[in-house]
T-cell receptor, first 114, second 115 residues
């Protein structure tokens, strides 16, 4: 099973460039989310979606855009990259229906903005 | 909104000693609780979860956690750690009381096992 697939694994951007981080899941989960992980800060929620066509902001949404046109895909767009967006990004999917209510994570994207 | 507090940012321990990683969360009527582990340069994987029922939950790699509703805590324990347990551990909570069900994470505890 593929689970949650993130691409790319590594990316270097110049300040002001834009890019899209891809995330796909094959578990038919209704919930998908993007987190960023920074040292000492844990995982902070950027945006999330509770189903196709529905998205909402998390704790740190500024500078990022998302859309959810299908159940499977949830891309994260950086509109104009800034050095403060240097981080490791994780995509996750989950369902509200027990017993498998835990979040399943991708392997992460390590982004450096120079 | 839910919040999760991991009381220790770093826990050093010697191999074969017991360990407890502490986690407290903000109160809600109904929550699901999770512990995840992250090995260096890897994603997060589930250690264990509490949904309902018995307050003592057993997970993988010999870890267990106890849900204490009155103290809003979900501490993780292992009676004897190995070098291979060195990793970052995250506590998480998702609100089942009509919220978004998206988990909120603590800041993580770095477990460092010394030989």
């Amino acid at each position: 099973n593929a689970g949650v697939t993130q691409t790319p694994k590594f990316q270097v951007l110049k300040t002001g460039q834009s890019m899209t981080l891809q995330c796909a899941q094959d578990m038919n989960h209704e919930y998908m989310s993007w987190y960023r992980q920074d040292p000492g800060m844990g995982l902070r929620l950027i945006h999330y979606s509770v189903g196709a066509g529905i998205t909402d902001q998390g704790e740190v949404p500024n500078g990022y855009n998302v859309s959810r046109s299908t159940t499977e895909d949830f891309p994260l767009r950086l509109l104009s990259a800034a050095p403060s967006q240097t981080s490791v990004y994780f995509c996750a999917s989950s369902t509200q229906y027990p017993p498998s209510t835990e979040a399943f994570f991708g392997q992460g994207t390590r982004l450096t903005v120079v | 909104a839910q919040s999760v507090t991991q009381l220790d940012s770093q826990v050093p321990v010697f191999e074969e000693a017991p360990v407890e990683l502490r986690c407290n969360y903000s109160s809600s009527v109904s929550v699901y609780l999770f512990w995840y582990v992250q090995y260096p340069n890897q994603g997060l994987q589930l250690l264990l979860k509490y949904l309902s029922g018995s307050t003592l939950v057993k997970g993988i790699n010999g870890f267990e956690a106890e849900f204490n509703k009155s103290q809003t805590s979900f501490h993780l324990r292992k009676p004897s750690v190995h070098i291979s347990d060195t990793a970052e551990y995250f506590c998480a909570v998702s609100d089942q009381s009509g919220g978004s069900y998206i988990p909120t994470f603590g800041r993580g505890t770095s477990l460092i096992v010394h030989p």
